[in-house]
């Protein structure tokens, strides 16, 4: 059996760090009107708040509706943006705050349902291309063993990229306890991934030469 690696590689870390850099430029461009990087700092972040809100909202139906809704924040408070953080940081906040919102918004009201499918709405916007990701529906079924705080920083480290200063702001905390949550978040996918390949060992039939 193949075992997924996680995804930590240095040369994923710079990618990330160069496309940051590109993003966060776009939406310093798009401050100042241009309206052709507006759609580069859209279509770049659109995949990446789309997986952050379907790992943190309870309905993937509300998924596309919530993503919408963090564009419409972030677009319209770009006046505000001062490349501080990097776009996507900043970006990803406005998401949290609009499923917290979004949480506030049906307390008020009565739920007709009650569906706990994040793991579905990250597979659909996660991409397919992942690097050692081949099997990335299993470890969406790993993910969800995982305490809410520690998969969140994992997937906002391991998945999403950010780095683990801009992650904890966030996540509200400090980034020691930040790193501490992924390190154990990582202990555990280790282990269950270990146990796994050992169940898969031990069913897998034997052939007799001859």
């Known amino acids: 059996m193949m075992i997924p690696a996680l ?15 590109s993003v966060t430029a776009w939406a310093l461009a798009a401050r100042a009107g241009d309206t052709e990087a507006v759609e580069h700092f859209v ?8 997986r952050y809100v379907a790992h943190l909202c309870a309905d993937p139906q509300a998924v596309d509706d919530l993503a919408q809704d963090t ?26 705050r609009v499923v917290i919102d979004s949480y506030r ?11 706990r499918d994040w793991q579905t709405a990250v597979e659909l916007a996660q991409p397919q291309d992942l690097p050692g990701f081949d099997d990335g529906i299993a470890l969406l079924d790993l993910l969800a063993s995982l305490p809410d705080e520690r998969r969140e920083a994992f997937v906002l480290t391991q998945l999403v990229g950010l780095p683990y200063a801009e992650a904890a702001r966030i996540s509200d905390c400090p980034v020691g306890t930040l790193r501490s949550r992924v390190a154990r978040a990582r202990a555990t996918l280790i282990r269950l991934l270990d146990a796994e390949a050992g169940q898969h060992e031990e069913t897998e039939p034997t052939t007799l030469a001859g």
Do not use: K, M, N
């Open 71 to 96: 564009f419409l924040r972030a677009l319209g408070s770009l006046h505000r943006f001062e490349g501080r953080s990097s776009a996507r940081a900043w970006l990803l906040a406005i998401a949290r």
């Open 43 to 50: 279509r770049a972040l659109h995949r990446d708040v789309q």
């Open 105 to 115: 918004y049906a307390a008020a009201r009565p739920r007709l349902s009650d569906v």
């Open 7 to 21: 995804p930590t590689s240095r040369r994923r870390r710079d990618t990330t760090a160069s496309i940051d850099a």
